[in-house]
């Protein structure tokens, strides 16, 4: 049973990135998924997270209008779409399943001119 994130990485301000995170060893069509993130310092915090079917899906107000959370349940995976990024965006994002009280490794994503 794992979660395995991918995608992040170095972009400048107003720049875009997509997180994966691919999930395996169980029924990921039954499970919300959450995206959370921990900047240097601070405490995580949920970022997105999105239902079972993706027919509902919530954002931190800090995201909101720039972040997208989906997922595809043929391929077991969840996805974070990341636009108009800025500095304050930077920090490790991870995968969750919360049922299961499962996370994945983590993906940095690093924001900066």
């Known amino acids: 049973v794992q979660l395995v994130e991918s995608g992040g990485g170095l972009v400048q301000p107003g720049g875009s990135l997509r997180l994966s995170c691919a999930a395996s060893g169980f029924t990921f069509s039954t499970y919300t998924m959450m995206w959370y993130r921990q900047a240097p310092g601070k405490e995580r915090e949920l970022v997105a997270a999105i239902s079972s079917d993706g027919g509902s899906r919530n954002y931190a107000d800090s995201v909101k209008g720039r972040f997208t959370i989906s997922r595809d349940n043929a391929k077991n995976t969840v996805y974070l779409q990341m636009n108009s990024l800025k500095p304050e965006d930077t920090g490790v994002y991870y995968c969750?399943?919360?049922?299961?009280?499962?996370w994945g490794q983590g993906t940095q994503v690093t924001v900066s001119s």
């Open positions: 969750r399943a919360p049922s299961l009280r499962l």
